[in-house]
Structures are given as C-alpha cells and as structure tokens.
C-alpha cells in the first residue's frame, strides 16, 4: 500500500510541477502566473514527489528486512 501511495503521490508530483507554469502559448498572458506563484507552484511539486520518493524508499526497506 505504501509503495501505491508513494508512486502516486512521486507522478502528481511531476505533474504539478510540469504544469507550473500555467502555459497558454501567449494567447492569455493577463492570465499566466507570475514568476513567483510558479515558483510556489513548483516547490509544491517538488515536496510532493520528495514525500513520495521517500515512502518509496521506506516501503522499500522494509520489505528487505
């Protein structure tokens, strides 16, 4: 189960942080995200695939053990 979750939460993750930047082919720029909230953003992104790479790794463990 932990391995699931751990998976899950790595590719959201990735996700989040691939769609960071709100893109719109500067058709909707008044509508893009600034610098800083894609930055925001990102390290949002980023924390959740570190959470994930880090019950991954614990899940891997303890099956080791």
Do not use: P, Y
Not at 20 to 37: K, L, P, V, Y
């Amino acid at each position: 189960m932990k391995t699931a979750i751990g998976g899950t939460l790595v590719i959201v993750g990735l996700m989040i942080m691939a769609g960071s930047a709100g893109d719109c082919d500067g058709r909707c720029m008044e509508q893009a995200n600034t610098m800083g909230e894609m930055m925001i953003i990102m390290m949002i992104g980023l924390a959740t695939s570190a959470i994930g790479a880090v019950a991954l790794l614990s899940a891997a463990d303890r099956e080791e053990a």
